[in-house]
């Protein structure tokens, strides 16, 4: 397991982004706030922090 703690630095309909250093295995994790809810899934950006594809926009996508 990696547990990395961080802070969100904007939310918008798009991505979220956040003040966590990106690490190779944190590609492609999922994302969970303080009450254990997921929130999105994680990827590198170009800064080399972590973003995330927000939940609501995966199932958008998945059609549910």
Known sequence: WIVS????NQVSGEVITT???SII?????????TAGQLV??????VNGKISAIPVNKLMAFKNL
């Open 5 to 8: 703690e961080g802070n969100i």
């Open 19 to 21: 003040d966590i250093t």
């Open 25 to 33: 295995e944190m590609s492609s994790s999922p994302m969970f706030n």
């Open 40 to 45: 999105g899934i994680a990827y590198p950006d």
